[in-house]
């Protein structure tokens, strides 16, 4: 699942090919969120020192011995940075140093102070306000709680209106990579996808893009409209080479809207469940990351892959994200299933250990050096 020897050969390459990779223009969206990050605190001690309330089970039996009573949560922040799948993603790819468009909802008509830096990184493009979201961060996972009024402008309308089809269009004519994410959150996505898909798709020209789709928890969406959004990324695969990404909750899940029999959690059961999901959509590539490795199939092969898991990562909210990136740049730059994974379990590692996205160098580093805990 993972060597020292593949490790190396997966940083060889990565350097090799480092200078492509400004030359590959990426184009990513929809959302766009105001990121807090938040711990639970436990015990306070003084005025500036808590314990944190380590699990989520933890946090759950407080809330539930509350219940017919009352109880007060303190909430210690502790970053506020940008957030949504899209521009957690496009940053961590315009960190690779990739050419990035990205177009969501980051603050309209002025582009909110927290995506100030990400707009010197990539062209930024916004058509609605952000939302909000409160992430309490726990060892073992973590809560997003989110406010989502603003999503309902994401939508093919807005788009026409504050950015235009034509540019749209462009956009995606001229990139290498596309990317959208967040399909839960953008109730007017399927919308938005038929409507890309007919007035679009029909006018690219040139070789096959990579398409990347992140549905992002589809749990509270209903089971209608889940199976539409997955016959309209079925229909997508005509036009582009599609990757869809999930994490273990969302495989398992949409595996159950497929009517496929429910994995344990192995990474063969992963495995098989990836290679089904991918056969019954007939689509390029599946990719499912849990915490501890990863699993990707195609048409050809499929593979798993160990990533570099720490008990106790600085930050989590993105790591996902930041997986889906250096997956996705592996894909780019023409890695196999195996090297790709390693580049994904990668970039989610250094993120989660220092808070910030890596550059290509960086990654290679890390698997050159690759940390035990």
Same mark, same amino acid.
């Given at each position: 699942m /993972?060597?020292?020897?593949?490790?190396?050969?997966?940083?060889?390459q990565?350097?090799?090919?480092?200078?492509?990779?400004s030359?590959?223009?990426?184009?990513?969206?929809?959302?766009g !969120?105001v990121d807090?990050? $938040?711990?639970?605190v436990?015990?306070? @001690?003084?005025?500036?020192?808590?314990e944190r $309330?380590?699990?989520?089970?933890? +946090?759950a039996?407080?809330?539930?011995? #509350?219940?017919?009573?009352?109880? /007060?949560?303190?909430?210690?922040?502790?970053?506020?940075k940008?957030?949504?799948?899209g521009?957690?993603m %496009?940053?961590?790819m315009? =960190?690779?140093?990739?050419?990035?468009? +990205?177009?969501?909802?980051?603050?309209?008509?002025?582009?909110?102070?927290? &995506?100030?830096e990400?707009?010197?990184?990539?062209?930024?493009?916004s058509i609605? @306000?952000?939302?909000y979201?409160? %992430?309490l961060?726990? @060892?073992?996972?973590?809560?997003m *709680?989110?406010?989502?009024?603003?999503?309902?402008?994401?939508?093919?309308?807005?788009?026409?209106?504050? +950015?235009?089809?034509?540019? &749209? %269009?462009?956009?995606?004519?001229?990139?290498?990579?596309?990317? !959208?994410v967040?399909?839960?959150?953008?109730?007017?996505?399927?919308?938005?996808?038929?409507?890309? *898909?007919?007035?679009?798709?029909?006018?690219?020209?040139?070789?096959?893009r990579?398409l990347?789709?992140?549905?992002?928890?589809p749990?509270?969406?209903?089971?209608?409209?889940?199976?539409?959004?997955?016959?309209?990324i079925?229909? !997508?695969?005509?036009?582009?080479s599609?990757?869809?990404?999930l994490?273990?909750?969302?495989?398992?899940?949409?595996?159950?809207?497929?009517?496929?029999?429910?994995p344990?959690?192995?990474?063969e059961?992963?495995?098989? *469940?990836?290679?089904?999901?991918?056969?019954?959509?007939a689509?390029?590539?599946v990719?499912?990351?849990?915490?501890?490795?990863?699993? #990707?199939?195609n048409?050809? =092969? %499929?593979?798993?892959?160990?990533?570099?898991?720490? #008990?106790?990562?600085?930050?989590?909210?993105?790591a996902?994200?930041?997986? /889906?990136?250096?997956?996705?740049l592996?894909?780019?730059?023409?890695?196999? $299933?195996?090297?790709?994974? *390693?580049?994904?379990?990668s970039?989610?590692?250094?993120?989660?250990?220092?808070?910030r996205?890596?550059a290509i160098?960086?990654?290679?580093?890390?698997?050159r050096?690759?940390?035990?805990?």
């Amino acid at each position: 699942m /993972n060597t020292p020897e593949l490790r190396i050969a997966c940083a060889t390459q990565l350097e090799s090919q480092a200078s492509k990779v400004s030359r590959l223009p990426a184009f990513i969206g929809l959302d766009g !969120f105001v990121d807090e990050i $938040l711990h639970v605190v436990d015990k306070r @001690e003084t005025a500036t020192q808590y314990e944190r $309330l380590p699990t989520i089970a933890r +946090y759950a039996g407080r809330l539930a011995a #509350a219940a017919g009573r009352s109880t /007060n949560v303190e909430l210690v922040s502790q970053l506020t940075k940008l957030g949504g799948n899209g521009p957690i993603m %496009a940053n961590a790819m315009a =960190s690779f140093g990739l050419a990035v468009t +990205y177009l969501g909802n980051l603050g309209y008509p002025n582009l909110h102070p927290v &995506f100030t830096e990400f707009a010197r990184r990539a062209e930024v493009h916004s058509i609605a @306000e952000p939302g909000y979201t409160d %992430a309490l961060e726990f @060892e073992d996972g973590k809560i997003m *709680l989110g406010k989502h009024t603003a999503l309902k402008e994401v939508n093919w309308e807005s788009i026409k209106a504050r +950015y235009g089809v034509e540019p &749209f %269009a462009r956009k995606l004519q001229e990139s290498r990579f596309i990317a !959208f994410v967040n399909w839960t959150m953008l109730t007017a996505m399927n919308d938005t996808w038929r409507a890309i *898909l007919d007035e679009v798709c029909p006018r690219l020209t040139g070789p096959r893009r990579i398409l990347f789709f992140d549905l992002a928890d589809p749990e509270k969406r209903t089971h209608a409209d889940v199976l539409k959004a997955l016959a309209l990324i079925t229909e !997508f695969e005509r036009h582009f080479s599609v990757i869809l990404g999930l994490n273990e909750k969302e495989a398992a899940e949409i595996g159950g809207h497929l009517g496929l029999n429910a994995p344990d959690r192995s990474p063969e059961g992963l495995g098989a *469940l990836a290679r089904q999901i991918r056969e019954r959509l007939a689509i390029g590539t599946v990719v499912v990351h849990p915490t501890a490795f990863a699993v #990707a199939a195609n048409e050809r =092969s %499929a593979a798993c892959i160990e990533g570099p898991f720490t #008990a106790k990562p600085l930050i989590t909210t993105g790591a996902g994200d930041h997986f /889906n990136a250096g997956f996705c740049l592996g894909q780019l730059l023409g890695l196999d $299933l195996a090297a790709s994974l *390693l580049t994904g379990v990668s970039t989610s590692g250094f993120y989660v250990r220092t808070g910030r996205s890596p550059a290509i160098p960086e990654i290679a580093g890390l698997l050159r050096d690759w940390p035990r805990a």
